[in-house]
C-alpha cells in the first residue's frame, strides 16, 4: 500500500514521540509498504526552522540521510497536484497541510496524519 505521512507524524516517528500510535509506526516500518513524504513537508521544516518555531535534534542534512535509511520516498508536487488543490473545500487554511491533501488525492495514497482538520477531506 501506498501512504503519504504529514509532517507533524514525520517528526514525532523521528523523536519516537508517544503521540503517534503503534499502528502508524507498524505500517511506517512495514517494508511492503511505500511511505511518501511530500516536498511540502520539507519546506514546511526548513520555514520552522528558520523562524525558530521547530528545532531539529541536527541538520538538514541529518534529516536527509533518516530519510534514505528509513525508505521514505520524496514526492515532487505537480500541476495536476495543483489543480486538486484548487478545488479543495476549505476546512483547513494551513498551506503545507493543503498540499499534502490535494497529493495524497490525486496520488490516491492514503495520508497518515492526526490532524481531524486534515482527515475531513477524506471522510466522504
Known amino acids: 500500500m501506498k501512504y503519504l505521512v504529514d509532517t507533524h507524524i514525520l517528526l514525532w516517528y523521528m523523536v519516537g514521540d508517544k ?60 500541476y495536476n497536484d495543483l489543480e486538486t488543490l484548487l478545488t479543495l473545500p476549505f476546512h483547513h487554511q494551513d498551506p503545507f497541510d493543503r498540499l499534502i491533501i490535494a497529493q495524497s488525492k490525486t496520488k490516491g495514497f492514503e495520508i497518515i496524519t492526526n490532524d481531524a482538520n486534515v482527515k475531513q477531506y477524506f471522510s466522504t
Open 19 to 78: 503521540r503517534i500510535s503503534r499502528d502508524t509506526k507498524k505500517i511506517i516500518e512495514n517494508e511492503s509498504d511505500e511511505i511518501y513524504l511530500s516536498n511540502a513537508s520539507l519546506w514546511e521544516i526548513a520555514i520552522k526552522v528558520s523562524i525558530g518555531k521547530l528545532k531539529l535534534r541536527g541538520s538538514l542534512t541529518d534529516l536527509k540521510e533518516f530519510l534514505i535509511d528509513k525508505g521514505f520516498v520524496l514526492l515532487e508536487f505537480d
